[in-house]
């Protein structure tokens, strides 16, 4: 039975999330805050950490960084539990050494099958996260490839001959405006 640490502050979620990989057939050993939830994986270095990333104390994120520097801990697959879902806030997370990213609210069904998935990846490796080799957290070359342009010439931009035709002007003189004769007939006293 695979050992599951959880670091959650929120109470509802804790609950939550034991219940469900506790019914997937993991133990789980939750904690409220990073900071004990790091003290217990070095002394009791579980087969997966789920972290989520604002706790009081230590944030998930100092806890998956503490977990990657120590050589007993280094090798446990982690995953990021939490609401924060901008692209910047993912990837602090898998920049801090986290092997898979869960953003809050999420399905419950999912959840457990990326955290199944997480833990076949170790299996297939054939050893416990505390045999495994040292994965390589460094940044990856993100210098672009040369992406020179092939010759390109400016097309001609000069805007084509557009004089209108020779068109006479139409006639606009003032048309006859003088009000007819409205002088009263003769006689008319």
Do not use: W
């Not at 090798?75 to 939490?82: E, G, N, R, S, Y």
């Not at 957290?137 to 000069?158: A, V």
């Not at 084509?160 to 003769?186: A, D, F, G, H, Q």
């Amino acid at each position: 039975m695979a050992t599951v640490l959880l670091a959650e502050d929120d109470a509802d979620i804790r609950f939550l999330v034991t219940l469900k990989l506790t019914q997937a057939g993991y133990q789980v050993r939750g904690f409220g805050d990073g900071l004990s939830a790091a003290a217990d994986a070095r002394e009791h270095p579980p087969d997966l950490a789920i972290l989520d990333t604002m706790m009081p104390g230590m944030s998930g994120l100092e806890v998956c960084r503490e977990l990657r520097k120590e050589p007993a801990t280094a090798k446990i697959p982690v995953i990021i539990l939490t609401a924060l879902a901008h692209e910047a806030d993912i990837t602090a997370g898998l920049a801090a050494g986290a092997d898979e990213y869960i953003v809050k609210p999420f399905s419950t069904r999912d959840f457990t099958t990326r955290v199944s998935a997480v833990l076949a990846r170790v299996q297939a490796n054939g050893a416990r996260p505390s045999e495994l080799a040292q994965p390589n957290l460094t940044e990856p070359n993100l210098t672009p490839p040369n992406l020179t342009p092939p010759n390109l010439t400016e097309p001609n931009l000069t805007p084509p001959n557009l004089t209108p035709p020779n068109l006479t002007e139409p006639n606009l003189t003032e048309p006859n405006l003088t009000p007819p004769n409205l002088t009263p007939p003769n006689g008319g006293d």
